[in-house]
């Protein structure tokens, strides 16, 4: 798997040590402008999975298939098939015990996030995994302004109600500022999003905990 | 989802009140001879999730996709695809915050399942999920004598690193029934997998208490 480079900028060593500390990133320095979010989650998870810190893939496009012929001394060809729609998020995967369930959305929207971006079988899907303490979120691309940010599932499935029963169509962009992460490219992952899941977990810790010092 | 009926057996309620007591059922009573594990395990899946019980799906099929027609007034046709393996086990999920990953195996054989069933991927994918604590098992049919098994990943593992390095080629019946669990069909779930998964949990917990108590 090819490492991608920064775009034309040259890599400073220092950047990488300085990234923690750096409340905001220009969003330019490691994007990889032709690379489809997909791609640049793929090449995460491959770098996360090369270092055991998590192990998290795309599941499969399901297809239907019909027709399959098998050449001699060849590989089997499959000659006609159907797209099936998918039942759940196209992500998932393990991280220190925790199970991780996530989809990944892209807008060429500039102010504000399209919730039909969403579809009602992964809404659903969230809720059951919700359901049985997954960790569970989105990964959004605004890729007319390169910005990314992580929200998580509860977050989201409150706004596609208020789809349903309000007429709400998008989330707003300073509401993604305020209600979710933002995510700054990297070199290598290229979107390092189990960052944030690390917060994520430190305050479903420190709510147990707090429920339990209520008791 | 039609629900199966035993083969040809009436289905006695207190049949079901009594199946956790009993050590042993036929193996006959409630499987469906016609059906593949897969089958099986798909439609346990669907038992789980419709109770809100578990959250389980089986990974679809990678395929490569070459060429795809895009018929007017119709689905889009995939006329050209190959089949790719795949990296993952078949089924992961998540099971009260727990990340569940397995495979299922069958074979006609009656004494010993073969090594050789398994695939150096799968047993790769396996001990990167067991580095960040999954609950990994496999699930085995002996489809001759229609009995079944599920064996903890570990201990395939290090069945499978004896074939490496001192020629076994198989794993005994004998040996599964020591140290696997063996599971017995029942009508809904068919295969009730998550009671073994429950003593694996248990299990766990326990461990880690031990080691806690010996500080």
């Known amino acids: 798997m090819a490492i991608g480079y920064p775009n034309g900028k040259s890599y400073s060593h220092s950047a990488e040590n300085n990234k923690k500390n750096q409340v905001k990133k220009t969003a330019h320095s490691f994007s990889k402008r032709g690379m489809s979010l997909e791609d640049d989650i793929n090449a995460s998870n491959e770098t996360y999975l090369s270092r055991n810190k998590a192990v998290i893939h795309k599941k499969p496009t399901p297809v239907q298939i019909v027709q399959v012929d098998y050449p001699k001394r060849s590989a089997a060809v499959i000659k006609e098939a159907y797209f099936r729609q998918a039942s759940t998020t196209d992500y998932n995967g393990v991280y220190q015990g925790f199970y991780l369930d996530f989809e990944a959305k892209e807008t060429q929207n500039k102010r504000s996030f399209p919730l039909k971006n969403f579809h009602e079988h992964q809404i659903l899907h969230m809720k059951q995994c919700l359901a049985q303490q997954a960790i569970c979120f989105v990964i ?51 979107i390092p999003f189990l960052d944030v899941v690390d917060v994520l977990i430190e305050k479903s810790f420190s709510k147990e905990s707090n429920n339990h010092d209520k008791r």
């Open 140 to 190: 959004m691309r605004f890729t007319s302004v390169n910005r990314l940010f992580l929200l998580e599932a509860r977050v989201l499935i409150d706004y596609w109600d208020l789809k349903n029963n309000e007429g709400r169509k998008s989330i707003p962009l300073e509401e993604l500022e305020k209600n979710g992460y933002e995510l700054y490219y990297g070199l290598s992952p290229r």
